[in-house]
């Protein structure tokens, strides 16, 4: 891992301007990633997890509250996104190894556990970080994102499920769905974020810094390889209920996800608790990140 030292991004210091961030660079698994970090290092560590097609960035305004309230929080640009480095090949993008990238990021920390908190596919690793090392999950927070298990039986039950899934079978084109990403400015991701959330969730600054991290080389087919990857390497399901305390989160204006799959996600799990909120949509942690941000909280101190 090397030293922590002041952002190199560009955007640390105009996007949390309550605590002071660190960038750095830790190799885990055998991979570089970039992470951002911000809080006492000795604080109880919680690790938040982004999703597609993001990066560190959107969790921006849960970081702040976070580390008032007491925690130290590590933010990775995941593997394949942003800063982070970009391993060639799909297989480079199996579940197993980004559950293991995060295993060992706690690892980096001196840590032997952290809460853990993911959205989108971020959430798809907390699931398995939760399920296959559960000896490294305090306790585990889902947002708008179901447990594999409850998401393949929907998908064989439910036609509106499979209806929605389409752009994963999509992205399962070799080279072409990168090139329809990149046409015109990276217009088709510019819709994939704002015609999916409530108008004027994302700002036109705010899609500019996206649009640098889409535009990184190698960085539109490393995030389509996660799911290229989930599909040619099918991730084994868990088997026994997810260990760790686990609340779900999530905004029942998901336009990609049924709202039946946050109350069979919370029955998978061995001591889970379900938080819907109405009239949000998938985009939870930028629509409403200070009811998200309590919700952890409590969860946290309970």
């Not at 809080?39 to 690790?47: K, M, N, Q």
């Not at 990775?76 to 060992?104: A, C, I, W």
């Not at 994939?192 to 190698?218: H, I, N, S």
């Amino acid at each position: 891992m090397e030293p922590h030292g002041r952002a190199s991004d560009g955007v640390l210091e105009a996007t949390v301007s309550s605590v002071e961030l660190d960038s750095s660079r830790r190799t885990v698994n055998g991979v570089d990633l970039h992470v951002v970090a911000a809080g006492d290092e000795s604080a109880p560590l919680v690790v938040l997890l982004h999703g597609f097609p993001e990066f560190w960035y959107g969790w921006r305004r849960v970081i702040g509250p976070l580390v008032d309230a007491g925690y130290r929080v590590v933010v990775p640009d995941q593997r394949g996104y942003n800063r982070s480095e970009k391993p060639d090949g799909v297989g480079s993008y199996r579940l197993t190894e980004l559950t293991r990238d995060v295993v060992e990021l706690i690892g980096t920390e001196d840590r032997e556990r952290a809460a853990v908190v993911g959205h989108d596919w971020g959430g798809m690793v907390a699931w398995s970080v939760a399920a296959h090392h559960p000896e490294v999950v305090d306790r585990l927070t889902i947002v708008n994102v179901p447990h594999p298990t409850a998401y393949r039986r929907q998908l064989l039950s439910n036609p509106a499920q499979l209806r929605r899934s389409w752009y994963a079978l999509w992205f399962q084109v070799p080279w072409l769905p990168e090139r329809v990403a990149r046409y015109d400015d990276y217009r088709v991701l510019e819709r994939a974020l704002r015609g999916t959330a409530a108008p004027g969730t994302f700002r036109d600054d705010e899609l500019a810094r996206y649009r640098r991290a889409w535009d990184r080389e190698g960085a539109l087919t490393a995030m389509l390889n996660w799911y290229r990857a989930a599909a040619r390497y099918p991730p084994r399901s868990p088997t026994e209920p997810i260990e760790p305390p686990t609340l779900v989160v999530w905004g029942e204006d998901d336009d990609a996800l049924v709202p039946s799959l946050a109350v069979d996600s919370t029955m998978l799990c061995a001591d889970g608790r379900l938080e819907l909120l109405p009239e949000t949509s998938h985009w939870v942690p930028h629509e409403a990140p200070t009811r998200l941000t309590d919700e952890i909280l409590a969860h946290l101190a309970a």
